[in-house]
């Protein structure tokens, strides 16, 4: 059950609430909240979300592949006055490490889709033979040319400027019976992957 207290006074030593239905008061120790709260170093943007703030802030992130222009306008419209803002630039190595992150991640999320196909389809395999997101790097990064084997159009896998990756690779299965693992897997574009059964 929540309940809701009016902090009434606070010195050094103590501090008293009151409860606002009840109308009974407590004084207790200032120990029992500097042991149990902290001010906040920061805040997330969206945590802020629709408040004013007259204070300097610094908006951080702004340049990494992890948010895009609604968070960049969210984030300087907390700000009353924009002589307050400060806008914190990420180093060019951090912007790359996190990209790289983002794209790994956009692929561990595409390997969780191939698994639920093989498993609503009862497709059997072995946990240890399965394409993961690793597989999927090493089989791009074989290739002499990045491109897919059947149209021959370059593969795409980047950040988008509303941070989000756009690719068209994806993993095809050789033998359509058998499940997304290693050896029976290649990579495609999604074109040829979607249409391969109309031109094989």
Known sequence: MNYTYLLTYITKESFSIEDTVEG??????????????????????????????????????????????????????RATDLNNVTIFQHSEAEVKELSTFKVKQYLDEKVKGYKAQD????????????????????????????????????????????????SNLTVDRIDSKKAHTKDNCRLLCKQCNSTKGNRY
Not at 54 to 67: H, K, L, W
Not at 121 to 137: E, G, H, L, P, T
Not at 149 to 154: E, I, N, R, V, W
Request: charged share 25%; glycine share 0%.
């Open 24 to 77: 009974t008061k407590l004084t207790l120790p200032i120990a029992m909240i500097t042991s149990r709260f902290t001010l906040s170093y920061a805040n997330t943007c969206h945590s802020l979300q629709g408040l004013s703030i007259s204070e300097p802030i610094t908006i951080f992130d702004s340049n990494t592949p992890y948010v895009d222009r609604y968070f960049m306008w969210t984030a300087l419209t």
């Open 119 to 166: 498993k609503l389809m009862d497709r059997a395999y072995d946990k240890n033979d399965f394409i993961d997101a690793d597989w999927i790097n090493e089989e791009y990064y074989k290739l002499q040319v990045k491109c897919c084997s059947c149209c021959k159009s370059p593969y795409e896998m980047e950040v988008d400027p509303d941070a989000k990756v756009k």
